[in-house]
């Protein structure tokens, strides 16, 4: 669990964070957008004590970061910037064993790491491992990147706008790659974005912050239908952007236990496809399937249908 108890970080008296609290789960993806400026990266940076807080404490698993010397808290936090930071003269596979060399880990372990993260990020070790940087593509660098902020099993990992250097295309499969990863490994994610819709589309949970402060703090589907303050409707953007946010999340993650009657929505619908056939059917409550066709739960339209465009469907 990471918590910030009231944190805030001055510069020539002028606050870049003010007065920051937020219990961030353990296990979970914590995105934190926001514009240039709004003081994301300077709150993600105080994790790793990268920056200093004016005043306030971050706790990780109840410790104050304070209390532990800098080198030693970096090494038990994964680190990943935009432009990744391999060393440019080792191979990716160095790159990737850096903090296991650094923590005395045995060479066979070592290579059994490295390959280990080279296969679950889907980089081929025996034909990636060798190339240096510049051979690799940019979507094979920020891979690289991940697999070594991962390689000590942290529990934690930090990222600064990770994916704001690829291509679209690139950047998808990025994003895809990471959450995948993050699931399959249960590492505690906190990712630094400007795009709500890397936000919306990644995370469990999403801050909003705005000159230092923190505008809304809650689940995706949440701040789609209900958002906080006009900043953050104005960053979810038009109802029609809104509605195209809601297909990048399942709707199952805001199902609720029971049974409702109605056509079933299928596995894997996202919460746009929920609404649309509430609208049609004129339902408010729709079971939804699961990966076995079986229901798993109710999805209701009241969850979801102040997303941007209240005027969808009768009241």
Same mark, same amino acid.
């Given at each position: 669990?990471?918590?910030?108890?009231?944190?805030?970080?001055?510069?020539?008296?002028?606050?870049?964070?003010?007065?920051?609290?937020?219990?961030?789960?353990?296990?979970?993806?914590?995105?934190?957008?926001?514009?240039?400026?709004?003081?994301?990266?300077?709150?993600?940076r105080m994790v790793n004590r990268l920056v200093e807080p004016?005043?306030?404490?971050?706790?990780?698993?109840?410790?104050?970061?304070?209390?532990?010397?800098?080198?030693?808290?970096?090494?038990?936090?994964?680190?990943?910037?935009?432009?990744?930071?391999?060393?440019?003269?080792?191979?990716?596979?160095?790159?990737?064993?850096?903090?296991?060399?650094?923590?005395?880990?045995?060479?066979?372990?070592?290579?059994?790491r490295v390959r280990e993260l080279m296969e679950v990020l889907?980089?081929?070790?025996?034909?990636?491992?060798?190339?240096?940087?510049?051979?690799?593509?940019?979507?094979?660098?920020?891979?690289?990147?991940?697999?070594?902020?991962?390689?000590?099993?942290?529990?934690?990992?930090?990222?600064?706008?990770?994916?704001?250097?690829?291509?679209?295309?690139?950047?998808?499969?990025?994003?895809?790659?990471?959450?995948?990863?993050?699931?399959?490994?249960?590492?505690?994610?906190?990712?630094?974005?400007?795009?709500?819709?890397?936000?919306?589309?990644?995370?469990?949970?999403?801050?909003?912050?705005?000159?230092?402060?923190?505008?809304?703090?809650?689940?995706? =589907? *949440?701040?789609?239908?209900? &958002? /906080?303050?006009?900043?953050? !409707?104005?960053? %979810?953007? #038009?109802?029609?952007?809104?509605? +195209?946010?809601?297909?990048?999340?399942?709707?199952?993650?805001?199902?609720?236990?029971?049974? =409702? *009657?109605?056509?079933?929505? &299928? /596995?894997?619908?996202?919460? !746009?496809?929920? %609404?649309? #056939?509430?609208?049609?059917?004129? +339902?408010?409550?729709?079971?939804?399937?699961?990966?076995?066709?079986?229901?798993?739960?109710?999805?209701?339209?009241?969850?979801?249908?102040?997303?941007?465009?209240?005027?969808?469907?009768?009241?």
């Amino acid at each position: 669990m990471i918590e910030f108890q009231s944190v805030s970080k001055l510069y020539d008296g002028l606050a870049a964070v003010d007065d920051v609290s937020l219990t961030l789960e353990r296990g979970t993806l914590t995105a934190v957008v926001g514009t240039s400026g709004s003081g994301k990266s300077t709150l993600l940076r105080m994790v790793n004590r990268l920056v200093e807080p004016t005043s306030g404490r971050v706790l990780i698993d109840g410790a104050d970061t304070a209390s532990v010397p800098p080198a030693q808290l970096r090494r038990r936090i994964g680190y990943v910037i935009q432009d990744t930071g391999l060393f440019p003269h080792w191979s990716a596979a160095r790159n990737i064993a850096t903090v296991p060399e650094l923590l005395g880990w045995p060479k066979a372990q070592i290579r059994a790491r490295v390959r280990e993260l080279m296969e679950v990020l889907q980089l081929d070790p025996d034909a990636i491992g060798p190339r240096r940087p510049h051979e690799l593509s940019g979507g094979q660098a920020q891979r690289v990147g991940v697999a070594r902020a991962l390689a000590a099993r942290p529990a934690l990992l930090l990222m600064d706008e990770p994916f704001g250097a690829l291509d679209p295309v690139i950047r998808g499969q990025a994003q895809a790659d990471l959450r995948r990863v993050q699931r399959q490994l249960g590492t505690t994610v906190i990712l630094v974005t400007h795009d709500m819709a890397e936000a919306i589309r990644l995370g469990d949970r999403i801050a909003v912050m705005r000159e230092g402060r923190i505008e809304q703090f809650a689940a995706p =589907a *949440e701040i789609i239908a209900a &958002p /906080a303050t006009p900043f953050v !409707a104005d960053l %979810l953007g #038009e109802g029609d952007r809104a509605f +195209r946010l809601m297909s990048l999340r399942p709707a199952r993650e805001i199902a609720e236990p029971g049974a =409702a *009657e109605g056509p079933m929505l &299928p /596995a894997g619908s996202s919460l !746009a496809e929920a %609404l649309a #056939e509430m609208i049609w059917t004129g +339902r408010d409550r729709l079971p939804i399937a699961g990966p076995d066709g079986r229901a798993v739960g109710v999805v209701r339209r009241d969850a979801v249908i102040r997303a941007g465009r209240p005027e969808a469907g009768p009241e």
